[in-house]
């Protein structure tokens, strides 16, 4: 198992450490309801020193990215980011991301921890000789600075480096990027140190008033926003367009993309399945991953949830799952079964706050 | 953490209070709730429902995870704390008062001894 860079600090911290995706990470601190209010109402720091970041340079980097990836690289000047994702041939996902263009075929990508030596690999695979694929996950320490005070925080910590635009990217110095990016749907931003300076970054954003908050807030604050988790939300059998993430693949691009042609068939033929937003209607237990959904009767099964959580903003029961689309539709009414009982649940919009 | 003297513990964190007409009232440590935090839901036994000692008898509830409670005596249940159905938050705040979950008429109040003690809970938790 894997420790953080911020290991000694979780402890001292009273976090409570579990295993994630070969790592040992906080799951809570002082508790997930807590953490997650701060982060909506205040600023919160996580540990996300287990992701991944992988560097692509060398000349025809941007347009080899274009041929392994969905959406638009050359959409991207420097300093600008973008959310995309990495398909096998069929349309499923092995990974989604933030690539950043730091200069003229100069790229970095934050990887789902998870998926580092498989996105490793298949970037060295599908990229051509001249082009140069550096893992250096294991060189950094990140942390993810989120929530309404977050440009009040930077201002007491670091006044004479202004963050960047939003999805944007900042290298002020060598030992420093700064991402405007993050998975709650707050204003916030992503701090990459070499590993051995991440523990100052986190004393100083943890004095400046940002709450410590662990991976289970990190889980309910993109829950609540809809936004997909791989390995839950999306795997290798459903494609961007069932997931909803249409607008981040360009099935435009000159000479395609890995999985482009299974998908241009999926689009006109209609996806059979999509990615739903699911709400209780009543009081009840938690959804949780794996859970049974029924139609609205109990009667038939139609599907399991990729995720589910108590929504701390909602105080109510939210999920999401892949579904027949004859079940999709926003206001369909469905049955969640927990422990062989039926709670009724029905299709919203997303976000769900 | 707070482990009152006047109570019998079992290995899976749970109290029970034992009173001279040979019901108990049962709960969760303080150990337990702190583990857990943010409890959000709890699912309670029937009224009238028997239990051996060691049954899953309750689901407890966190924004994390589910877990099952654990009666530590055998009976049948004959009351339980209803309010916290509806508002769970004195499990976390009160456990051994306003937190408590089921009284359970004993079967067999021998089994009570086979329960540990506080100090012997405090050196578990130690």
């Known amino acids: 198992m894997k420790q953080s860079p911020l290991h000694q600090r979780h402890l001292e911290e009273g976090g409570k450490l579990v295993p994630f995706a070969g790592w040992e990470m906080p799951i809570q601190y002082a508790g997930i309801v807590a953490e997650h209010n701060a982060v909506r109402d205040a600023v919160g720091v996580f540990d996300i020193s287990h992701m991944g970041e992988i560097l692509v340079s060398g000349e025809g980097a941007e347009e080899g990215l274009n041929r392994v990836l969905t959406n638009q690289v050359s959409r991207l000047s420097d300093g600008e980011g973008q959310y995309t994702l990495m398909l096998q041939e069929n349309g499923g996902v092995i990974d989604d991301l933030i690539l950043y263009r730091l200069a003229e075929d100069s790229f970095f990508l934050v990887v789902n921890a998870s998926r580092v030596e498989e996105d490793y690999e298949w970037l060295t695979k599908h990229l051509g000789g001249d082009i140069e694929v550096r893992n250096e996950s294991d060189a950094w320490g990140a942390l993810a600075v989120q929530g309404p005070g977050t440009g009040d925080l930077w201002e007491k910590i670091s006044p004479s480096v202004s963050l960047p635009e939003r999805n944007g990217i900042l290298r002020p110095r060598e030992d420093l990027i700064l991402c405007r990016t993050g998975y709650t749907g707050e204003d916030g931003f992503e701090l990459f140190a070499p590993a051995a300076q991440i523990e100052s970054w986190w004393d100083r954003i943890r004095e400046a008033g940002a709450t410590a908050c662990g991976l289970g807030a990190r889980d309910t604050l993109r829950l609540e926003k809809g936004y997909p988790l791989n390995g839950n939300d999306l795997d290798r059998i459903h494609t961007p367009l069932e997931a909803g993430l249409g607008f981040f693949v360009d099935l435009e691009k000159d000479g395609g993309f890995i999985g482009s042609e299974k998908l241009i068939e999926q689009k006109a033929s209609g996806p059979t399945h999509r990615l739903v937003a699911l709400r209780m209607t009543k009081k009840g237990p938690p959804p949780r991953h794996g859970y049974e959904v029924r139609d609205e009767t109990g009667e038939i099964s139609i599907g399991t949830l990729s995720s589910g959580s108590l929504s701390p903003i909602l105080g109510q029961g939210i999920g999401m799952a892949y579904l027949e689309t004859r079940y999709a539709k926003v206001g369909t009414s469905l049955s969640l079964m927990i422990r062989d009982r039926r709670y009724p649940i029905e299709v919203i919009k997303k976000p769900f706050c | ?126």
């Open chain 2, 1 to 126: 953490m707070n482990v009152p003297d006047d109570l019998r513990y079992s290995e899976s964190h749970e109290w029970l209070r034992l009173s001279d007409d040979g019901t108990g009232v049962m709960g969760i440590s303080d150990h337990a709730q702190a583990e857990l935090t943010d409890v959000v839901y709890l699912e309670l036994p029937e009224i009238g429902r028997s239990v051996a000692k060691g049954e899953a008898i309750a689901v407890i509830e966190s924004v994390k995870a589910a877990n099952d409670i654990f009666s530590p005596v055998s009976g049948e249940v004959v009351e339980v704390n209803e309010g916290l159905a509806e508002a769970p938050e004195p499990v976390n705040e009160d456990p051994y008062g306003a937190g408590w979950m089921i009284k359970i008429k004993l079967s067999d109040p021998a089994e009570v001894d086979s329960l540990l003690n506080a100090e012997s809970y405090r050196e578990r938790l130690a």
